[in-house]
């Protein structure tokens, strides 16, 4: 293949989203991620005694039609299924979240567990450092969250003066397993007061039901944006120990049945302030910002924005 090497920093969904259209249009682009697997928010812990929880994104919705075409290959690959939500229709994964993601990511060139902690714009490309080596790309892609790609580029670069008043909300979520069945029978709750956003049995979603043991009575608790910036720097058992009294309330079950109990700190959960615009790009078009945080809190927007970038890049040969 003849045109520039391109390099993608993120795996979540816009990262995906756009490695996807750039192999489509015969490019093959590097994507490099610090996580040990892929997709970002489209999450799955996995623990001993076969527990599973979606920590990240509970669901997913698709409004246009791209998505919607998205959204029916996954279904037909088996990696998502339709959830009837309440009064409305949504998407999940099968046999989790993270399902989506890896749909998505087969046949790319990831390169897990690989920090990026600096960047060097040189004579019109781009040295990237992680943690334990460089790599220089004609033209990167970031699909950080905006404060993240702020730190990576300073503060007084162009592009982060553009993107300082994106604003997003932070998530603590606590997973849980239970010997005893609670009593209250939450199934899925989601809230706008009170300490928790949403809490779901994780045996609830499509393609769960035959759960049984410890994973029959699993439950994710997100903690509200209020709740989860007024603790945001509390130590994690801390947490722990705070949302488990606080789940137990609300499930009416007895802490001590608890078997197990881990949190986890989305830093940047929730767009609460986006850009308004799909991606930015820099003058000589070498550097392209996107994700969910360029237009709203929804995953379909993370893919929308990683897409438009794909698309805006120049045909492999140019």
Not at 271 to 298: E, H
């Amino acid at each position: 293949m003849n045109g520039p090497r391109i390099g993608i920093i993120g795996s979540g969904m816009a990262g995906l989203a756009c490695a996807r259209e750039l192999t489509n249009r015969g490019y093959r682009p590097v994507l490099l991620d610090k996580g040990r697997g892929v997709g970002g928010r489209l999450a799955t812990r996995r623990a001993g005694d076969g527990l599973r929880f979606d920590h990240g994104a509970q669901y997913i919705t698709a409004e246009t039609d791209g998505f919607k075409a998205e959204i029916d290959r996954l279904i037909c690959e088996e990696a998502a299924t339709a959830w009837e939500l309440e009064d409305r229709s949504v998407f999940t994964g099968l046999p989790s979240m993270n399902a989506l993601a890896k749909g998505l990511a087969t046949g790319l060139d990831i390169r897990r567990e690989t920090e990026v902690v600096a960047l060097e714009e040189c004579a019109g490309s781009w040295r990237v450092h992680s943690n334990d080596r460089a790599f220089e790309f004609n033209r990167l892609v970031m699909t950080v969250p905006a404060p993240q790609a702020i730190a990576l580029l300073g503060r007084s670069h162009g592009l982060s003066e553009a993107i300082s008043a994106v604003r997003l909300l932070p998530c603590w979520c606590l997973m849980a397993a239970f010997s005893d069945a609670p009593k209250s029978g939450i199934r899925v709750e989601r809230s706008r007061s009170g300490p928790f956003s949403w809490i779901s049995r994780e045996a609830a979603k499509p393609g769960r039901q035959e759960a049984a043991g410890s994973q029959a009575n699993a439950y994710v608790a997100h903690a509200s944006p209020e709740w989860s910036q007024d603790h945001l720097e509390f130590e994690k058992r801390d947490v722990e120990r705070l949302l488990l009294e606080l789940l137990c309330q609300q499930l009416n079950v007895d802490p001590a049945s608890a078997t197990h109990v881990a949190a986890h700190r989305w830093r940047f959960a929730k767009v609460s302030v986006p850009l308004g615009m799909p991606f930015l790009r820099n003058s000589n078009a070498t550097l392209y910002l996107g994700g969910d945080w360029c237009l709203g809190a929804r995953v379909e927007c993370a893919w929308q924005s990683g897409q438009a970038i794909g698309k805006a890049l120049p045909e492999p040969d140019a």
